[in-house]
């Protein structure tokens, strides 16, 4: 079952997403940008990110797209996006930056994220291993002319 989770704004895919700490009664709900090229789970500016009752466990550095390195604090942390909850390090970044999912926060869903232009939308894992092994298979393919 597919349920629409976000929009794309110039381009980029976005969700709706609650996040909260050691209490789900201090969730706030956010919306935040897809960034297949942040190889973390989170990234919410310190801001955003004290509120929440986020578990702190410490610091990590960050080389970023353009050479710099980026010193962070990290907090453990859940997501709740729909009905799936993901527990992950949220990286607590500056106070200017806004809040990006990444590649992390993607290999722990259980779901497929798919963007079309009509929105994004999670689709239950199992659900896309069954369409691509049938177009593997051919058998979900028309026929072709030569058929």
């Known amino acids: 079952m597919a349920a629409k989770i976000g929009y794309l704004d110039n381009g980029h895919p976005h969700l709706k997403i609650r996040v909260y700490g050691i209490t789900a009664d201090l969730a706030?709900?956010?919306?935040?940008?897809?960034?297949?090229?942040?190889?973390?789970?989170l990234a919410l500016p310190i801001h955003q990110a004290l509120p929440l009752a986020l578990v702190w466990h410490g610091t990590s550095q960050f080389n970023l797209a353009n050479g710099a390195k980026n010193t962070v604090m990290l907090a453990f942390g859940t997501v709740k996006v729909g009905d799936e909850l993901v527990n992950g390090t949220i990286v607590i970044d500056s106070p200017e930056s806004t809040p990006l999912l990444g590649m992390e926060f993607l290999r722990q869903c259980d779901n497929a994220l798919i963007v079309s232009k009509n929105g994004v939308?999670?689709?239950d894992e199992a659900a896309v291993e069954q369409a691509t092994t049938r177009v593997k298979d051919n058998t979900n393919l028309p026929p072709t002319a030569s058929s």
Do not use: H, I, P
């Not at 706030?28 to 789970?41: I, K, N, P």
């Open 121 to 123: 939308l999670f689709v």
């Open 28 to 41: 706030q709900e956010f919306e935040a940008m897809v960034d297949t090229g942040f190889s973390g789970f």
